[in-house]
């Protein structure tokens, strides 16, 4: 299912982590795209603290994984932005986080044959100066996002 849903504070970009930080645990994988600024950052950040993450969470661009221990499970943070071949991201030890904990991928493309089918998939833009976010999921999550 896909759902589209306003942006039009951050306040509404945290009442949607709050939403779905409850819904994670370990297995669970999120992957976020959209342009620079649209978002991503920010709502990880959100969600991270809805996961008791006390560490300050940023940008994995640069280094493609940051994980964080501090909260309720691994929360593992991913950009695959520049890799190259799926071995690389086996060789980072991907399937091993997914299983221990809850797993936010930027730039999933690379990864899209082995993520799990519930993955929940977020693609953040902008209609003119609002922001939205689309949410797509596999059907038996619809019910979630109604
Ligand atoms: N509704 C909103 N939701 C999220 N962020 C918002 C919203 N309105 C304004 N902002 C601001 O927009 C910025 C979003 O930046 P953020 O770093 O999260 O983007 P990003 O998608 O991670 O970009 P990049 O691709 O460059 O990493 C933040 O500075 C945030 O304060
Ligand atoms: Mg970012």
Same mark, same amino acid.
């Given at each position: ?47 991270? !603290?809805?996961?008791? %993450?006390? $560490? ?7 280094? #493609?994984?940051? /994980?964080?221990? +501090? ?28 299983? !221990?904990?809850?797993? %936010?991928? $930027? ?7 082995? #993520?799990?089918? /519930?993955?929940? +998939? ?25």
């Amino acid at each position: 299912m896909s759902k589209k849903i306003d942006l039009k504070t951050e306040q509404d970009t945290i009442d949607l982590a709050h939403y779905i930080a409850p819904l994670l645990g370990p297995g669970s994988v999120v992957t976020l795209s959209g342009d620079l600024g649209s978002g991503k950052t920010f709502f990880v950040k959100a969600l991270g !603290s809805f996961l008791g %993450i006390t $560490e300050e969470i940023d940008s994995p661009s640069f280094v #493609l994984l940051k /994980e964080y221990h +501090s909260g309720i499970y691994p929360l593992y943070h991913m950009d695959l932005y520049r890799l190259k071949r799926e071995e690389e991201l086996l060789d980072l030890g991907i399937l091993d986080m997914i299983e !221990s904990g809850i797993t %936010i991928i $930027e730039w999933p493309r690379l990864a899209q044959e082995i #993520l799990p089918y /519930e993955t929940i +998939s977020l693609e953040f833009g902008f209609e003119g100066s609002n922001r939205y976010v689309r949410v797509n999921t596999e059907e038996s999550l619809k019910e979630l996002f109604e």
